[in-house]
């Protein structure tokens, strides 16, 4: 069937450095990824998307990289702050199905950094 | 208000309570959503809603019962819950085609605590 999953539950990063949050996704149709981070106590907050088309796509100290030979998804964060510790999930939807947008979550990466 | 609101935010019920979950969008989002998130696993969708009709729903139990009286408001009826129920649950709303796009705006999710 369908599944989003992380390759890794957490990762700990020391505050400066770069963070990578990976993803591995099942449906190669799917033609549009998403980048959700969630807050203690809070609800998933958009970050960053991708379309298949695409295989990189940068925004402000966030990338997004996309291999759709591998079906892979990555997330880079640079010179990470003590704010982006949360829990990171990446999405995909697959092909519009019944004139409805569908998001398939993967399991969460847990990102922790040290001061 | 702002985004998607959801009440409460926290509670605690027994398993022969019946209680309602309410969301609200002020996004003016013809799309709405209801998730389970529970401790280490992906975030479930169960039910969606497109302009107001119900488009889909994961076979949840029965003892969940959602409604969507208009475009901004959805509601999560409970009835005789069990402990494996308690989660957190996540409204979301988004924009249906035509000229709408994948990303979802999640509420800030209702603690629920079964006993």
């Known amino acids: 069937g369908e599944s989003v999953g992380l390759h890794l539950p957490t990762l700990s990063v020391q505050e400066g450095d770069n963070s990578i949050i990976n993803c591995a996704y099942s449906?190669?149709?799917?033609?549009?990824f998403i980048w959700y981070k969630q807050e203690s106590g809070k609800g998933p907050q958009f970050i960053i998307d991708?379309?298949?088309?695409?295989d990189k796509r940068q925004g402000q100290r966030v990338t997004v990289l996309l291999n759709k030979t591998v079906k892979h998804l990555s997330l880079q964060i640079a010179a990470t702050q003590p704010g982006d510790s949360a829990v990171y999930f990446c999405?995909?939807?697959?092909?519009?199905?019944?004139?409805?947008?569908?998001?398939?979550f993967g399991s969460g990466t847990r990102l922790l950094v040290r001061p | 208000e702002t985004g998607v609101t959801q009440t409460p935010r926290h509670l605690v019920m027994g398993m022969t309570n019946k209680k309602s979950l309410k969301c609200e969008q002020h996004?003016?989002?013809?799309?709405m959503y209801w998730y389970k998130q529970s401790a280490k696993k992906p975030l479930e969708l169960m039910f969606v809603?497109?302009?107001?009709?119900?488009?889909e729903n994961n076979s949840v139990p029965s003892r969940f019962s959602p409604e969507c009286p208009n475009s901004s408001h959805l509601f999560l009826h409970l009835h005789t819950l069990q402990p494996e129920d308690s989660a957190l649950y996540l409204c979301?709303?988004?924009?249906?085609?035509?000229?709408?796009?994948?990303?979802?705006?999640f509420g800030p999710g209702t603690r629920l605590t079964v006993t």
């Open positions: 999405a995909e939807s697959p092909p519009l199905m019944d004139s409805s947008y569908k998001l398939i």
């Open positions: 996004l003016g989002h013809n799309a």
């Open positions: 991708i379309r298949s088309n695409m």
């Open positions: 809603y497109s302009l107001e009709e119900r488009v």
């Open positions: 449906n190669s149709a799917s033609d549009y």
């Open positions: 979301a709303s988004s924009q249906d085609p035509p000229g709408g796009s994948y990303e979802q705006y």
